[in-house]
Every structure is written in structure tokens, then in C-alpha cells.
């Protein structure tokens, strides 16, 4: 069984910082990309940033500049400091992986339960 659980949501004032972690845990066997997506309330579910296992990353256009995503292979998780943030930044905030764990001869996405993330203005 593969899990992703992520922290260090919260509220914070307009142009705060806030970290969010993702782990990922159970029998893995590699991890590729990793990915923070975010639900805005209302909204649908977007692309916020990526890593791949090899460090490249890309990040949508309204976080460039603030957020930087990054990862420890060897501890399977991934972090994404959040700079300069906007109201518009609030929602809930979700880490996704692709894994390869010792059940599934083929990579599978996973997904964490989210952590809400709230800036006031």
C-alpha cells in the first residue's frame, strides 16, 4: 500500500510564506514525477508545479517567481515553499506522485488528501 500525506497548511497574511511537505511511504520501489495541484474554492482543480526525479521543474504561470518546488529522493518527499502569498493562492492544496511500488509492475498515480492553505488580505 502506497500513501502521499501532506502538511503545513494554514492561514496566513497576504504576502506570507507558508511550506508544504509531501511524503510518500509503503513498499516503493520508484518515484517519478511529483506534482502540487490546488483546488481554489469554486474551482476546478489545477497545475501548480512539478518535479521530475532527475530535478527539473515547471511551474504555472501565477506562481512563477514565488514558489519553488523540490524533492529528497532518497526520503520520497517533496516540498513546495510558497512565497509572496496572494488571496487568490487560498485553496486546498494536493501532492500527487508516480509510483512504482512493489504490487504494480507499471507506474501508478497517487494522490495525498489535500491541506488547505488560506492567505487573507
Known amino acids: 500500500q502506497v500513501q502521499l500525506v501532506e502538511s503545513g497548511g494554514g492561514l496566513v497574511q497576504e504576502g506570507g510564506s507558508l511550506r508544504l511537505s509531501c511524503a510518500a511511504s509503503?513498499?516503493?520501489?520508484?518515484?517519478?514525477?511529483m506534482r502540487w495541484y490546488r483546488q481554489p474554492p469554486g474551482k476546478k482543480r489545477e497545475l501548480v508545479a512539478s518535479i521530475t526525479s532527475g530535478g527539473s521543474t515547471n511551474y504555472a504561470d501565477p506562481v512563477k517567481g514565488r514558489f519553488i518546488i523540490s524533492r529528497d529522493n532518497a526520503k520520497n518527499t517533496m516540498t513546495l515553499q510558497m512565497n509572496g502569498l496572494k488571496p487568490e493562492d487560498t485553496a486546498v492544496y494536493y501532492c500527487?506522485?508516480?509510483?512504482?511500488?512493489?504490487?504494480?509492475?507499471?507506474?501508478?498515480?497517487?494522490w495525498g488528501q489535500g491541506t488547505q492553505v488560506t492567505v487573507s488580505s
Open positions: 509503503g513498499n516503493i520501489v520508484s518515484v517519478y514525477y
Open positions: 500527487a506522485a508516480e509510483i512504482r511500488s512493489a504490487y504494480v509492475t507499471t507506474p501508478v498515480d497517487y
